[in-house]
């Protein structure tokens, strides 16, 4: 008979928050942006790989989630204290949520900036600055979660 453990749970759901958000976000960013990549293709054929750069930056969130997920699964085990459990999950909420979030924008970001490329003007570098800031704040939550696993050294 196997015994009910709310910690090893409560973990469990961190790890698939951390993935499952953040994938999402990515997923939904790479939709907006991608989307307006057939937009700009019509107008103009030749920028294909102007406009795939442009694009693709969203999908950057997933990975992310991807290491918090595989930084933090060897510390959930059946064992885990209900206070590591948690740190779990509020890493998973944190990092799941800002990727989710921070992508779902960038994409958004990503999509004028390929609009704009469509439409004759030479910004990939202004828009990739641009796609970039929404980002930063992704790349801070994992170095957060990063920092929770270290400092409490679980």
Known sequence: METFNVAYILAGVGLG???GLSGIGSAIGLVIS???VIGGL????????ALLVASVLPSTQGIYG??????YLGSVTPQ????NASLVLAAGIMLGLVAFISAIY??????????????????LGQGLVLGALP????????????LIKIIKGF
Do not use: W
Not at 42 to 49: H, I, L, N, V
Not at 80 to 83: D, Q
């Open 80 to 83: 885990i204290t209900l206070f």
């Open 66 to 71: 991807f290491v918090g997920f595989f930084m």
């Open 34 to 36: 991608g989307s307006s």
């Open 42 to 49: 019509k107008k103009r054929p030749d920028q294909f790989g």
């Open 17 to 19: 928050l951390m993935i």
């Open 106 to 123: 960038q994409g958004i970001v990503c999509a004028a900036s390929v609009d704009a490329i469509g439409n004759g003007h030479d910004i």
């Open 135 to 146: 980002e930063f704040y992704a790349i801070l939550s994992l170095v957060s979660a990063i």
